[in-house]
């Protein structure tokens, strides 16, 4: 069964490969999900479900420079979800707002 994913929200950022934060909902499910990351590399443009910073011990995690590590809440059974549902994030962000992403 294919879901239909709208934006009811964008937050521009821009800080390394991250350009923003999206509110999406798919309606099918009834359901909202807020701050999806939308990132952009080069000819590369991919969703991010949210996550938060992995604390063990009491203590937030980071890698060797000192950059906060983070764990998902939400995972894709497979690339090729997980592919889609990227491309669907931004063609809704798109169409919700297209000149916040164009201009990016």
């Known amino acids: 069964m294919k879901h239909s994913i709208d934006s009811i929200g964008f937050k ?3 800080k390394d490969t991250l350009v923003g934060f999206a509110d999406i ?4 499910l009834k359901l909202t999900i807020h701050d999806v990351g939308l ?10 479900p949210p996550s938060r910073p992995w604390v063990k011990d009491g203590q937030v995690v980071t890698d060797d420079a000192g950059k906060t590590q983070y764990v998902q809440i939400i995972e894709f059974a497979d690339r090729g979800t997980r592919d889609a549902f990227s ?3 931004w063609r809704a962000v798109e169409k919700f707002d297209p000149d916040a992403v164009s201009s990016l």
């Open 12 to 14: 521009p950022i821009r």
């Open 25 to 28: 909902v798919i309606r099918e």
């Open 39 to 48: 990132h952009e590399k080069g000819s590369s443009r991919w969703a991010s």
């Open 87 to 89: 491309q669907t994030v």
